[in-house]
Every structure is written in C-alpha cells, then in structure tokens.
C-alpha cells in the first residue's frame, strides 16, 4: 500500500531558484527517506530523517519532519538543470520495518 | 559504496516465458527487496527477503517468486510472464530491519517488455 503522498505532483522552475516538496504519511514511522530517481534509472538515496528529528541539511539539501502533523519536506536550495528528477519519500513503518514510498514529485529545473 | 546490480537493464520476452531476474549486493546486507514501478502507481513491493533462504510476501506477489541462496543474491522469476508484468523492476538491498534506522541502497533497475 502506498502510505506517502508527494505534493505537488510535477514542479517546474527556473535554475537558481528553489524547490520544495511536500510528503504526508499516515502511520507512526521509525524514519523517512528521501529519493531521487533520474529518468529510467533507479533510485538513489538523498537523506534520512530519524523520527526524533525535526530538521536534517545536507550539501543544499534540508529536510523537515513533523511527526505531529505526519508531514515531510525537501528543500532544495539554489536548483540546477542537473537537480531534474523525480523525488519520493519512504517511510519506514514501525511495525514491519518495510519502506512504503510515495508517488514522488517530478522536479524541472530550466536552465 | 554499496553497490547493488542488476543483471539486465533491458529485457524482452514473450508471454509463457520463464523470467530470471537477478539482483546482487556487495555490502553482507541481511535485508533485500524487490519492486516494480509503473507510472501512476508508484513502487510496490513484491517481495523481500531478510535472511538466505526466507521470504516474504509484499503488496503484489502474485505471478512471481523469489530465490535467496546466498546472502548476496536475490532472484525474482516470472514463471510465466504476462504483458501485464510489463514494467521497471528495482532490488535493493538494507542492513536492517524493524526497529533499525538504515538506509535502503537501490540497484540500476531492469525494464521488462513482455510481447
């Protein structure tokens, strides 16, 4: 079952400026990945936020969790063409330890 | 670096064909996974396997099955495709489980076209 919902589904911007995305999930989660999936390759892992976190950088990336409001986002600060991609959340379910990911963002960045 | 491959990154077959696809990683990895994507659906999970020789099912395991000889290894077979299989097919593999805080490591994926 899917769990995370990504918000907005596609997100079109100009390079320089900056990207955010938006993740809800449902059930009570031990972490929260974020994933970058370029066109017909697979997913590389971007960032993990620990359920006791509240705020995460890496590079230009920062990622919030609200655990109250079950709700994540990805900052990406600065854009570049090369940031074009599709970006999904996963959950990690505290009860089975599976990663439930959502339907994902696709991200454009125009030069 | 984990690395975790995949043996095809495309694959063509007919329908009643017997599929193999294999999925190795390097890092001594307990846990591996495999999903499928397709468009407006997102990933879902097939199957996963958290010791050599267990499995377990995921959300959408009909029509396919899983070997784990090996620690390092996770097959899924179509034992005979359909087109409705037609799809990108991702393994990965993670050194925990429930409870842990891991990261998942994903290979290159395979895109499967079922004739």
């Known amino acids: 079952s899917q769990q995370g919902e990504e918000d907005p589904q596609a997100l079109s911007i100009q390079e320089g400026e900056n990207a955010t995305m938006n993740c809800s999930y449902k059930?009570?989660?031990?972490?929260l990945q974020w994933y970058r999936q370029n066109s017909g390759r697979g997913l590389v892992h971007l960032i993990l936020?620990?359920?006791?976190?509240r705020e995460k950088h890496s590079g230009r990336l920062r990622v919030t969790l609200d655990t109250s409001k079950k709700s994540s986002s990805l900052l990406i600060t600065a854009s570049r063409a090369a940031d074009t991609a599709s970006y999904f959340c996963?959950?990690?379910?505290?009860?089975?330890?599976?990663?439930?990911f959502g339907q994902g963002t696709t991200l454009q960045v125009k030069p | 670096d984990v690395k975790v491959t995949q043996s095809s990154r495309y694959l063509v077959k007919r329908t009643g064909e017997k599929v193999f696809l294999e999925c190795v990683q390097d890092?001594?990895?307990?846990?591996m996974f495999w999903y499928r994507q397709d468009p407006g659906l997102g990933l879902r999970l097939i199957y996963f396997?958290?010791?050599?020789?267990?499995?377990e099912k995921g959300d959408i395991p009909e029509g396919y099955s899983v070997s784990r000889e090996k620690k390092e290894r996770f097959s899924l077979i179509l034992e005979s495709a359909s087109t409705n299989q037609t799809s990108m097919y991702l393994c990965?593999?993670?050194?925990?489980?429930?409870?842990?805080?891991?990261?998942?490591?994903f290979g290159p994926g395979t895109r499967l076209l079922v004739l």
């Open positions: 890092m001594d990895h307990e846990n």
């Open positions: 936020i620990r359920s006791n976190e």
């Open positions: 990965a593999s993670r050194k925990g489980l429930a409870g842990e805080r891991e990261t998942q490591y």
């Open positions: 396997s958290y010791d050599v020789k267990m499995k």
């Open positions: 996963a959950t990690d379910e505290s009860n089975t330890g599976k990663l439930i």
């Open positions: 059930t009570s989660i031990n972490n």
